[in-house]
């Protein structure tokens, strides 16, 4: 059985750095896609970050240069390192998975599966 189980979110002043992270089992991270999705209420669930199989990143042009994704394979984990946090950053985070990236930003929809999330508010 795969669980996805995120963990780190919080409550952080503007300009401040919070440290997710989802910790897998049942698959290894190091050998899938793996991304890191928001859900701000009233919106659409987004993808902010993606790491492949051969430690390929992208990410959203809202969180470039602000946002690092990236795998710990020996403790089968991926993280989001999260700087420079804004409230338009405000959402539930969550991480999911596919057998492979295929370029550019996945959609929800092509991920297989899913942790139940970490709310990050960004708030003075």
């Known amino acids: 059985e795969v669980q996805l189980v995120e963990s780190g979110g919080g409550l952080v002043q503007p300009g401040g750095s919070l440290r997710l992270s989802c910790a897998a089992s049942g698959l290894t991270v190091s050998r899938y896609c793996m991304a890191w999705f928001r859900q701000a209420p009233g919106k659409e669930r987004e993808a902010v970050a993606v790491?492949?199989?051969?430690?390929?990143?992208n990410y959203a042009d809202s969180v470039k240069g602000r946002f690092t994704i990236s795998k710990d394979n020996a403790k089968n984990i991926l993280a989001l390192q999260m700087n420079t946090l804004k409230p338009e950053d405000t959402a539930m985070y969550y991480c999911?998975?596919?057998?492979?990236?295929?370029?550019?930003?996945?959609?929800?929809?092509?991920?297989?599966?899913w942790g139940q999330g970490t709310q990050v508010t960004v708030s003075s």
């Open positions: 790491i492949g199989m051969s430690g390929f990143t």
């Open positions: 999911a998975e596919r057998a492979y990236c295929s370029g550019g930003m996945p959609t929800p929809e092509v991920m297989n599966y």
